[in-house]
């Protein structure tokens, strides 16, 4: 009974939205600041499901005989969704929170600013084409288009530490480097097989 509960969708969906409670109740507290406060921890909560969905495939291959990766692969999708909706959440806030300065061209040109604007607007394609029909109908050709999600975080990490004049570099690096080292050990993993199979 209990596996059930806990294998179900919608207890992990009910996880990740667990950080935007805080968030909703801070909007609907009347706070004038809700919204510019609101900026740091949606930003933060959609790099972190990316991260985390990103950093999958390489620990079901470090730690191969272990079920809870693979119980994580088969959510990974929802993690991807999740990250989309908190970097949403991100935008929209921050078009409230800036209103018509968003669109001047002193604050599009700035560093931070456009490689957000990137990074979300690649997340659009990857969240829209997330459902099982989608998958289906594309074939060979969706994970492709989800590789580009690696564009989506590099652009992401330096949308991050170059916030506050590169003040964000010592969060970005902290959330980014075990991703970073997964993913050194994926590509070394990968080449080890390539030469196993070459020799074989």
Same mark, same amino acid.
């Given at each position: +009974?209990?596996?059930?509960?806990?294998?179900?969708? *919608? =207890?992990?969906? %009910?996880?990740?939205?667990?950080?935007?409670?805080?968030?909703?109740?801070? &909007?609907?507290?009347?706070?004038?600041?809700?919204?510019?406060?609101?900026?740091?921890? =949606?930003?933060?909560?959609?790099?972190?499901? +990316?991260?985390?969905? +990103?950093?999958? @495939?390489?620990? !079901?291959?470090?730690?191969?005989?272990?079920?809870?990766?693979?119980?994580?692969?088969?959510?990974?999708?929802?993690?991807?969704?999740?990250?989309?909706?908190?970097?949403?959440?991100?935008? $929209?806030?921050?078009?409230?929170?800036?209103? %018509? $300065?968003?669109? =001047?061209?002193?604050? $599009? @040109?700035?560093?931070?600013?456009?490689?957000?604007?990137?990074? *979300?607007?690649?997340? !659009?394609? &990857?969240?829209?084409?997330? =459902?099982?029909?989608?998958?289906?109908?594309?074939?060979?050709?969706?994970?492709?288009? /989800?590789?580009? $999600?690696?564009?989506?975080?590099?652009?992401?990490?330096?949308?991050?530490? %170059?916030?506050?004049?590169?003040?964000? !570099?010592?969060?970005? +690096?902290?959330?980014?480097?075990?991703?970073?080292?997964?993913? !050194?050990?994926?590509?070394?993993?990968?080449?080890?097989?390539?030469? /196993?199979? %070459?020799?074989?």
């Amino acid at each position: +009974m209990l596996k059930s509960i806990w294998d179900h969708p *919608f =207890t992990f969906w %009910a996880l990740l939205s667990l950080p935007a409670i805080p968030m909703i109740l801070g &909007l609907t507290s009347g706070d004038p600041e809700a919204v510019s406060s609101l900026l740091h921890p =949606t930003g933060e909560f959609a790099a972190r499901f +990316m991260i985390i969905a +990103m950093m999958i @495939t390489p620990l !079901v291959m470090l730690f191969r005989n272990a079920s809870w990766p693979r119980w994580l692969m088969k959510r990974r999708r929802y993690l991807g969704v999740a990250a989309f909706f908190y970097a949403l959440a991100h935008t $929209v806030l921050y078009l409230l929170d800036e209103g %018509a $300065v968003a669109f =001047t061209e002193g604050e $599009v @040109t700035k560093l931070y600013i456009w490689t957000g604007w990137i990074a *979300f607007l690649i997340f !659009v394609p &990857l969240a829209i084409t997330s =459902t099982d029909a989608w998958v289906r109908r594309l074939g060979r050709s969706w994970k492709k288009l /989800q590789q580009f $999600v690696y564009g989506a975080a590099v652009l992401t990490l330096v949308h991050w530490a %170059a916030l506050h004049d590169w003040g964000g !570099v010592g969060a970005a +690096m902290v959330h980014f480097a075990p991703l970073a080292a997964l993913e !050194v050990y994926r590509l070394w993993s990968t080449q080890q097989r390539q030469r /196993q199979r %070459a020799v074989v």
